[in-house]
């Protein structure tokens, strides 16, 4: 009798957590954007008065976000309040969390409002350059905020993916890489870098949560994955690429060989990608983002080198299981990858007689 009412308590706590976590996945698919591709602005007003209830349902009956009574559990759990009336600009590929955080700000739809694309595979002085480009903020202050140590601690205290790897002496931008490139909006030109870099931080959080789990049981911390997803992403152009790139990544790092990738070289010596070839004295240099230097056997660079998009992300926490050591793109961006360096050089050969090879 004892072992039966035993098998009884432990079939309904199996049931009992069974539930909790069906519950917990269900909640944060409903907390998700409801297209992670679609930035389309959508128009909608909240009118003078309205509660987080009606301010679900409205939101759900125009497709923005998946739950009405997802989004109200999301409020209630994190006290969330003082919703401002107002008409909105809001998109498919914003959270509930990012949804929340505009209608408390009040930002709403204005001729002032400004939209900026960040572009995935562009560096952190494009970003100074865009920013200076979008806004009334100048490149150095884009610059200085960077080189802020207190600003700096305080992300590394609020977001979970943030730690002090990026405090290294060696990193020339501590939040290269971890800018989630989109496109946003902002209420005006007047907008901060510390809003921009907020707004884009959220979205990179968002992007990772799902990793989450999978990432803190990996021997790869996050700073080392977008490491990997930078080289990725400016090496492969076709998303069927990635993670055979991914592969040849992890394959040399296992075999302590130098990763030799031309990506990190033009950005250990600050020299744009496709303005002119990298000079002997560069490659033989060492530098901490140098993977072609000396000394870098079995290393990542020192950090990301460039903003990363979701796909280089996946293939970097995903690889292709291959043989591969090498791989060259021809000029139309096609990649062929080797498992020998005989085998390599053959293609490069072949490459070039078929008029593939690219060149300056």
């Known amino acids: 009798m004892a072992k039966k009412v035993l098998l009884i308590i432990a079939i309904l706590i199996v049931v009992i957590i069974v539930a909790i976590l069906a519950v917990f996945g269900w909640y944060n698919i409903s907390i998700s954007p409801v297209n992670e591709d679609d930035n389309t602005s959508y128009s909608i007003e909240i009118p003078m008065g309205s509660g987080s209830a009606a301010i679900a349902q409205k939101l759900e009956s125009e497709g923005l976000i998946k739950s009405a009574v997802a989004f109200k559990i999301y409020v209630k759990l994190n006290n969330v309040s003082n919703f401002q009336a107002g008409t909105y600009n809001l998109a498919k590929n914003l959270s509930v969390q990012e949804i929340t955080d505009i209608l408390q700000t009040g930002k709403v739809n204005s001729k002032d409002v400004i939209s900026i694309t960040f572009v995935e595979g562009k560096n952190m002085r494009w970003v100074a350059s865009k920013i200076a480009e979008e806004t009334n903020n100048t490149e150095e202050d884009v610059y200085n905020l960077l080189e802020d140590e207190e600003y700096i601690d305080s992300l590394i205290e609020k977001y979970w993916f943030i730690t002090d790897e990026i405090k290294n002496k060696d990193i020339y931008y501590p939040l290269e890489g971890y800018l989630f490139p989109d496109t946003y909006q902002f209420e005006n030109k007047d907008v901060k870098v510390e809003k921009i870099f907020e707004t884009l931080l959220n979205q990179m959080e968002s992007k990772l949560s799902t990793y989450k789990a999978y990432i803190q049981d990996s021997k790869y911390s996050v700073h080392k994955i ?114 020998t360096y005989d085998e390599h050089l053959q293609k490069v050969e072949e490459l070039k007689n078929a008029g593939l090879w690219y060149e300056f």
């Open 226 to 339: 977008l490491s990997t997803a930078s080289i990725i992403e400016n090496e492969a152009v076709f998303d069927e690429d990635r993670k055979d790139v991914s592969g040849v990544i992890y394959n040399r790092l296992k075999q302590n060989m130098a990763i030799q990738s031309d990506v990190t070289t033009y950005y250990a010596f600050k020299v744009d990608m496709g303005s002119r070839d990298l000079y002997l004295s560069e490659i033989n240099t060492y530098n901490a983002y140098n993977t072609r230097g000396p000394n870098m056997e079995g290393k990542l660079p020192v950090g990301p080198i460039s903003m990363v998009s979701l796909a280089s992300i996946e293939a970097a926490i995903n690889p292709n299981e291959n043989s591969y050591i090498y791989f060259v793109a021809d000029k139309n961006g096609k990649v062929y990858f080797t498992r």
